[in-house]
């Protein structure tokens, strides 16, 4: 016999009027239905977000011993079925189980795993059409669970954090090659402003500074990053980044044709107005 504290995944019920529902790991976890904001009770939060990070269905008795690995089996059979309970009593009918297993009523999202295909799309070179909107990504949004210091949770965090950063170096790159000069360096910049000793993202930023022939703008960045790699780790840029810039840039001769300026564009000011790269990094609200 069923227990009245959890909902099958064979009920009916759910599948004739499936929920309209988003489970929110980051700033959270929370769940909104239809809209609606939902708080989730303190004794499940944990359980909801090992179901809602799990790439398929979680064992039952897995799922108990890690999140209650003290006071035996018994127990944390227990506590498990407390924090199904606690979720339906605070109408989250968003965990579905069996005897075996637990996970996610079909049809239910997690902003994670939404943030995590997109990565996946534009990492791959085959965004969707509305892929390459997404230039203004919060920074916050690369670190999942703040807080949380489970040994699942952190391994998660980081696998999510590398991937998206990677796909803002990438949609800089998409957005350069669509002649969306400015997006590109926005999207290289937030990921310089997450991690700025990241040698890839400092390499985004560059080429994207180059494909709209903003040489001066590449070469401050190379110097403020070779700055900070000498401050902070006593190293240099690689001679690959260096060459890049080196070879990217106008020879410095009489003879070399400048690039046409629209007369009135800010952009094409030599000086004035822009604070340096190292600024833009030690202020990351400027990039939000």
Request: proline fraction near 6%; include cysteine; charged fraction near 25%.
């Amino acid at each position: 016999m069923r227990r009245d504290t959890e909902i099958s995944c064979q009920d009916p019920v759910l599948h004739d009027h499936p929920i309209r529902a988003v489970v929110h790991l980051f700033g959270g976890p929370y769940v909104t239905v239809d809209g609606h904001r939902r708080a989730v009770p303190e004794g499940s939060k944990r359980l909801l977000a090992l179901v809602a990070l799990g790439h398929g269905r979680v064992g039952r008795r897995y799922a108990a011993d890690m999140l209650w690995p003290v006071g035996g089996d018994g127990r944390a059979a227990g506590n498990l079925r407390s924090a199904l309970w606690r979720l339906r009593g605070a109408g989250i009918d968003v965990v579905c189980c069996n005897k075996w297993s637990l996970g996610l009523v079909a049809g239910v999202r997690v902003d994670a795993r939404d943030l995590g295909a997109w990565a996946d799309r534009v990492i791959g070179g085959r965004p969707w059409p509305g892929d390459l909107a997404r230039v203004h990504l919060d920074t916050d949004a690369l670190d999942l669970l703040p807080g949380w210091y489970d040994d699942w949770t952190i391994l998660e965090r980081e696998r999510l954090r590398q991937r998206l950063l990677r796909a803002l170096e990438s949609l800089s790159a998409l957005l350069s090659r669509a002649g969306r000069h400015a997006d590109a360096v926005e999207s290289a910049l937030a990921a310089v402003c997450a991690e700025p000793l990241r040698e890839s993202a400092q390499q985004a930023l560059v080429e994207a500074y180059l494909a709209e022939r903003n040489w001066c703008e590449a070469r401050r960045a190379l110097d403020a990053y070779r700055d900070l790699l000498a401050r902070e780790l006593g190293v240099a840029p690689s001679a690959d980044l260096v060459a890049l810039v080196r070879e990217g840039s106008p020879v410095r001769t009489r003879s070399v044709r400048s690039p046409k300026v629209v007369a009135g564009n800010p952009a094409s000011r030599v000086s004035g107005g822009r604070p340096p790269l190292s600024y833009l990094i030690s202020a990351p609200s400027l990039l939000t």
